[in-house]
């Protein structure tokens, strides 16, 4: 005997409720709009990938998190972990019919099955930008000024992009590389600075196996660098595509934890929203070589869908979402007819409409228009009916009259 199962989500998946949805959607149009105002194309990839396409690509950790399972066809598949790897399986498939620089964005959920907390979920949203097929710094100043601009449309009045240069990392610390500590093992460390600050660093350095010198000698070292000549080229192409001098900041310590970026990195932060970075990104010329055997540098930026929507919201940026624009009451039975041929008519017009459902008290129904923030509540009873009129209430400012039918959207559309 079956037993029903609990009338509550996963652990670590969410139900999106309307409010939250139409910030979510907000967010999503605003960033769109700016990814299609500088060229890139969207793409989608499937949620169900072949797992052997997924697994050995992130490391073994990663694999553990990777939902995978045999399907009815007796294939072993794996749910979307990232949108790098589908990306490179994509673009192996499609090379053809692909221009020779390719800039595609992606908004999709992926899904990990790691420990939930506050704040992650095992399915949530990625949203990544990038241009493939080229070296030119112009790529990499492209996706700053984009990042920037998209981050803007939202509404963030200061977004910093901390920049730095992973060849000048990589060379600083080369010197500091032992057998039992990697260079990619060092930067792993350098990149929690601003987490766990510089005692941190080095207490985690020397758990490794760094003597505590050498190991502040090479946080040391990494904090005195200057930006190399080709970040500074980077960051000056930025600012001719219109990014604020004031956004762009080189910060030495940055490392982006990833071991395959190759040159540029950065990461994007909003200093009124405290949290943390909002994104981040960077060049990684030999990714695609590894995932899909194709010879293709790259450059891109993952931007932190959830964690926007959450600033934005925080911040109120959200433009408050009003409903429907105008209820249709239903005074009595008699006035059925009238009140869906009412809401045919506004409809038609171009505005949104809803009728209340059933015949029941105007207070009842003026309240349902309140908690769902109608702006215009609209009556049609015996005595609108009999002048062929009808009473409009504005919801926002309480003011109502009784006016023409004929001239319902005429009014509802000048005071909206």
């Known amino acids: 005997m079956s037993t029903m199962a609990p009338a509550q989500t996963l652990k670590g998946f969410r139900d999106i409720l309307p409010e939250e949805f139409y910030a979510r959607a907000y967010v999503k149009e605003k960033l769109m709009a700016v990814f299609e105002q500088y060229g890139f ?13 997924l697994l050995g690509k992130y490391g073994a950790e990663a694999d553990k998190l990777i939902y995978r399972f045999t399907d009815a066809g007796g294939r072993e598949v794996g749910l979307r972990y990232d949108q790098t790897v589908p990306t490179a399986r994509f673009i192996a498939e499609h090379r053809e019919q692909l221009p020779g620089f390719f800039r595609r964005y992606q908004l999709q959920n992926v899904f990990r099955a790691e420990k939930p907390q506050k704040g992650r979920f095992r399915e949530f ?107 500074k080229q980077i960051m000056d192409r930025a600012i001719a595509l219109g990014v604020d001098t004031e956004a762009l900041v080189f910060d030495p310590s ?75 009451t239903l005074f009595d039975d008699e006035s059925i007819g009238d009140a869906l041929s009412l809401a045919h008519m506004i409809r038609k017009s171009g505005v949104a409409a809803l009728v209340y459902p059933e015949v029941a008290p105007l207070s009842k129904q003026f309240k349902y228009a309140n908690i769902g923030h109608v702006q215009y509540v609209v009556v049609c009873g015996p005595d609108e009916r009999a002048a062929n009129s009808v009473t409009v209430k504005n919801m926002r400012s309480g003011m109502q009259q009784t006016i023409p039918r004929s001239e319902l959207i005429t009014n509802i559309t000048s005071q909206s």
């Open 41 to 53: 194309s969207p793409i989608e990839t499937p949620t169900l990938e072949y797992a052997s396409l």
């Open 125 to 231: 949203t990625q949203c990544d930008l990038d241009i493939y097929g080229t070296t030119s710094p112009i790529a990499d100043a492209e996706i700053l000024s984009c990042t920037y601009d998209a981050y803007k449309a939202v509404g963030f009045a200061t977004v910093v992009l901390r920049c730095n240069d992973r060849e000048t990392l990589i060379t600083t610390l080369s010197p500091f590389a032992l057998d039992s500590v990697s260079i990619h093992s060092i930067i792993q460390s350098i990149d929690k600075l601003d987490k766990i600050h510089e005692e941190g660093v080095v207490d985690e350095l020397e758990k490794k196996g760094m003597v505590r010198e050498r190991a502040t000698e090479a946080l040391h070292a990494v904090i005195a660098s200057k930006p190399s000549s080709a970040l």
């Open 254 to 328: 940055l490392a982006r934890g990833l071991d395959y970026y190759t040159g540029m990195i950065f990461e994007v932060s909003v200093p009124e929203y405290a949290v943390g970075s909002l994104g981040g990104g960077g060049r990684y010329d030999k990714l695609l070589a590894s995932l899909a055997q194709i010879d293709m540098p790259a450059v891109g930026v993952g931007l932190g869908f959830d964690r926007i929507v959450e600033a934005a919201c925080e911040l109120n940026l959200i433009p408050s979402h009003t409903g429907s624009s105008v209820l249709v």
